[in-house]
């Protein structure tokens, strides 16, 4: 159990005020320190353009939580990366998926689980299971206080003032089909959070490695319930959406296959075909960047391929 805790918080791996310009091998990054905003903590964004970037075409716009995890392993706390920049590269010359740029939005480690938790699914649990599931938060360390779920205000940021700068200032095409959202445990639950709740503005989302305990145990947890039944409740039309799922089982991915399982049946119900919905089991995967770097292409290719 000590083991799943730490891998967890480790994610939460950059010190507050630090801000470096990843460095990667293809491409370029426009790095903005402490980007504003009037719903939550300004906090640094990377904009990676690919090789060739030009005014002159339109690109479809991923947005990516755990921003700085993204590019640069020599950054990172534990020397790893996704290597977005060499994968997107990569797919774009092959001809598999449409021009994009990525937009990655730095976590604040403290604020990590305030921004990434799905505020509504939260608030639905009765209060007295909401109150021990602050205390667990605060016996683990991810939380400092009273824990109460700020995603809503996080998803406003994106959405009323990042994404405005970005199609403002950078050649994207800005409607639902040309932008997605992609991140992993936490992050992963706060990308199909933002598909849910802005389903005119994102058109899919990559779920990597979704932490559907928000714990770090099964047992007794109201949580994934509560995030099945808001699903039930919100998810947007399979015509124009698209969502993918992956987990492994090793380390804090060992816990992810039963929620995983009753996240499935809800997407099956609600109409949703490998069309439009992709959930894949990556045998001896553990909850690590190398595990998302090595399979990163699969969503990729699901969201924006040609």
């Given at each position: 159990?000590?083991?799943?805790?730490?891998?967890?918080?480790?994610?939460?791996?950059?010190?507050?005020?630090?801000?470096?310009?990843?460095?990667?091998?293809?491409?370029?990054?426009?790095?903005?320190?402490?980007?504003?905003?009037?719903?939550?903590?300004?906090?640094?964004?990377?904009?990676?353009?690919?090789?060739?970037?030009?005014?002159?075409?339109?690109?479809?716009?991923?947005?990516?939580?755990?921003?700085?995890?993204?590019?640069d392993s020599t950054?990172?706390?534990?020397?790893?990366?996704?290597?977005?920049?060499?994968?997107?590269?990569?797919?774009?010359?092959?001809?598999?998926?449409?021009?994009?740029?990525?937009?990655?939005?730095?976590?604040?480690?403290?604020?990590?689980?305030?921004?990434?938790?799905?505020?509504?699914?939260?608030?639905?649990?009765?209060?007295?299971?909401?109150?021990?599931?602050?205390?667990?938060?605060?016996?683990?360390?991810?939380?400092?206080?009273?824990?109460?779920?700020?995603?809503?205000?996080?998803?406003?940021?994106?959405?009323?003032?990042?994404?405005?700068?970005?199609?403002?200032?950078?050649?994207?095409?800005?409607?639902?089909?040309?932008?997605?959202?992609?991140?992993?445990?936490?992050?992963?639950?706060?990308?199909?959070?933002?598909?849910?709740?802005?389903?005119?503005?994102?058109?899919?989302?990559?779920?990597?490695?979704?932490?559907?305990?928000?714990?770090?145990?099964?047992?007794?947890?109201?949580?994934?319930?509560?995030?099945?039944?808001?699903?039930?409740?919100?998810?947007?039309?399979?015509?124009?959406?698209?969502?993918?799922?992956?987990?492994?089982?090793?380390?804090?991915?060992?816990?992810?296959?039963?929620?995983?399982?009753?996240?499935?049946?809800?997407?099956?119900?609600?109409?949703?075909?490998?069309?439009?919905?992709?959930?894949?089991?990556?045998p001896g995967d553990?909850?690590?960047?190398?595990?998302?770097?090595?399979?990163?292409?699969?969503?990729?290719?699901?969201?924006?391929?040609?």
């Open positions: 159990m000590k083991e799943i805790i730490a891998i967890l918080l480790f994610m939460m791996p950059v010190l507050s005020g630090f801000s470096q310009t990843p460095r990667v091998p293809t491409g370029t990054i426009r790095h903005f320190t402490d980007f504003p905003s009037q719903y939550v903590t300004p906090r640094n964004v990377d904009i990676w353009l690919p090789e060739n970037y030009s005014p002159t075409r339109k690109y479809a716009v991923l947005y990516m939580n755990d921003g700085q995890m993204l590019f950054m990172t706390w534990n020397h790893q990366s996704w290597k977005v920049a060499q994968t997107a590269e990569k797919l774009m010359q092959e001809g598999k998926v449409m021009n994009f740029i990525v937009v990655g939005i730095w976590n604040i480690p403290e604020l990590r689980f305030t921004n990434y938790f799905p505020q509504k699914p939260y608030e639905s649990i009765p209060k007295d299971r909401r109150d021990s599931i602050s205390d667990e938060l605060q016996k683990s360390g991810a939380v400092n206080g009273d824990f109460q779920p700020n995603s809503d205000d996080y998803l406003r940021f994106l959405v009323k003032e990042l994404k405005p700068y970005v199609d403002q200032n950078f050649s994207v095409y800005t409607d639902a089909a040309h932008t997605f959202i992609a991140g992993s445990s936490m992050g992963g639950l706060i990308s199909w959070y933002a598909l849910c709740e802005y389903p005119d503005v994102f058109g899919g989302a990559a779920c990597m490695s979704t932490h559907w305990p928000g714990l770090f145990s099964m047992e007794n947890n109201p949580i994934p319930e509560a995030f099945v039944n808001y699903l039930k409740a919100h998810l947007p039309p399979p015509s124009r959406h698209k969502f993918y799922f992956d987990y492994g089982n090793k380390t804090l991915d060992a816990l992810y296959a039963e929620p995983q399982k009753e996240v499935d049946r809800v997407m099956k119900s609600a109409g949703y075909t490998n069309v439009n919905w992709i959930t894949r089991f990556y553990d909850h690590s960047e190398k595990s998302w770097s090595s399979r990163l292409s699969v969503p990729l290719v699901f969201l924006l391929g040609k």
